[in-house]
């Protein structure tokens, strides 16, 4: 074992295989909703029969979830490993719970299995799932490491977990290319969350510091990132809502003003402490984001192509 593949050695003698609650906890089961909300968003959005497709659904959501977003998840902590041992040192890896290169064989095997049940959705399900595989290991990996700028990585997260498990869903239940107004909430909702993996940064701030990471938090400080993820997350809503009450949607579009106060009242929380402030927000200003997601997707459903 070298110092590479772990970063402390446990306690007593080096454990050889994964630890089976360190394997799941690699895979970080609290991250598998967003995509997983998402793709459902986008089968509700296509006005497909979700009960009469119920497999594919499933499918699709097991893919976006479990398989696709824990790849991910093990690849960035096979990655990161070196800067874990700095901001959660009893994390799988850098604790010695999963020894060796097994986290890095994880992800691989994980990216194999990806591939293989997205070709079961068939060539829009398989050929998502190369995008989202290649677009993990590029966040993640030298030597792109995506996740080194704090625009290209967040952005580059907020894509692969909103806009393109919504992008999928509908395409499959649709079998054939989503229509444009689909294809444009889903890219606007995937851009405000860029402001959501800004504030999911705040948790590592001093190890993305010390090991050249150059989140927003680090580079603007954690005010400044703190007002400049708000902004990003609401002026695409605001776009959504005036999207929708054009498209005859004002009911929708009502819903989406509700939520977007709500989130404006929670922000104003959120900024009097940003760094202290945002696990709440995640719990309080991103769920009322994901709610007007899918109020966005019931008012897609149905709707007339725009001449």
Excluded at 17 to 34: C, D, M, V
Excluded at 173 to 178: H, K, T
Aim: hydrophobic share 50%; proline share 8%.
């Amino acid at each position: 074992m070298t110092v590479s593949d772990n970063i402390h050695r446990p306690l007593g003698a080096p454990r050889t295989y994964p630890e089976p609650k360190a394997a799941l906890t690699l895979i970080k089961p609290i991250t598998w909703f967003p995509p997983m909300w998402a793709y459902f968003c986008g089968t509700i959005s296509s006005g497909g029969s979700v009960a009469e497709n119920w497999a594919l659904v499933v499918l699709g959501v097991l893919l976006a979830g479990p398989i696709v977003c824990g790849m991910s998840q093990a690849a960035n902590d096979w990655c990161d490993r070196h800067v874990d041992a700095i901001n959660e040192p009893n994390r799988p890896i850098p604790s010695g719970r999963i020894p060796g290169r097994w986290g890095l064989w994880i992800a691989l095997a994980m990216s194999a299995l990806s591939l293989m049940v997205g070709a079961l959705l068939g060539p829009w399900g398989f050929g998502a799932t190369v995008v989202g595989v290649l677009a993990a290991w590029a966040y993640s990996a030298e030597p792109v490491r995506m996740k080194r700028s704090g625009w290209w990585g967040p952005g580059l997260v907020g894509l692969s977990y909103e806009t393109l498990p919504w992008f999928t869903g509908a395409a499959i239940l649709s079998a054939g290319a989503p229509r444009f107004e689909i294809v444009l909430v889903a890219l606007l909702y995937g851009i405000g969350a860029h402001g959501i993996m800004t504030l999911n940064d705040f948790k590592a701030l001093e190890g993305d510091r010390q090991t050249g990471v150059r989140s927003l938090p680090v580079t603007l400080g954690p005010e400044k990132a703190a007002k400049l993820a708000c902004v990003i997350m609401l002026v695409p809503q605001a776009i959504v809502l005036m999207a929708l009450a054009s498209w005859d949607r004002p009911a929708h579009a009502a819903i989406l003003l509700v939520l977007g106060l709500g989130q404006i009242w929670a922000m104003s929380v959120l900024l009097k402490d940003p760094k202290a402030k945002a696990p709440w927000y995640n719990g309080t200003g991103v769920l009322m984001y994901i709610i007007g997601m899918m109020v966005s997707a019931f008012a897609l459903r149905g709707l007339e192509v725009l001449p």
